[in-house]
């Protein structure tokens, strides 16, 4: 009788160990699809829009250039009254401090970067956005 106690004891034991095994692949499989998931979270076609200055059609085709050789970006459409460009790109392969850096480099303030003196320079004499004559002209 102690045996067969004993054993009855061993077995239930042994199958709610089995359960508790059971419960805790279930738990790590549910942390490992979650923790996957974050990983493709980001956005594919991520659409955003930045204030970048320019004054013109050259000013809006060095800008829209700029961004969509970032890559990630799939469009770039800049207003010259608004200032506005409008993206969607990647998020997974690019980000807007990225995209505002090479506007910059190319000799457009963004919020976030502001060109150099030497790449502002090199734009045309009409792209001159910082020199307020240029402003009032193409406002004409």
């Known amino acids: 009788m102690a045996l067969s106690l004993e054993r009855s004891i061993t077995q239930d034991y ?15 499989t549910i942390l490992m699809l979650s923790l996957m998931s974050l990983g493709y979270s980001q956005n594919k076609n991520a659409k955003a829009s930045l204030e970048v ?9 060095r ?5 969509i050789r970032t890559k990630g970006v799939k469009s770039a459409v800049w207003n010259v009254d608004t200032h506005e460009l409008k993206l969607i790109y990647d998020e997974r392969k690019t980000n807007l401090d990225s995209i505002s850096k090479k506007i910059a480099a190319v000799g457009h303030d963004t919020k976030l970067y502001k060109a150099t003196d030497e790449a502002y320079n090199a734009v045309d004499p ?3 956005y910082r020199d307020e004559q240029v402003v009032k002209d193409h406002q004409n």
């Open 14 to 28: 042994v199958i709610e160990l089995i359960k508790q095994h059971k419960r805790m692949k279930h738990i790590i």
């Open 53 to 61: 200055d320019g004054v013109c059609g050259m000013c809006k085709a």
């Open 63 to 67: 800008i829209e250039k700029a961004a």
């Open 126 to 128: 009409c792209c001159k």
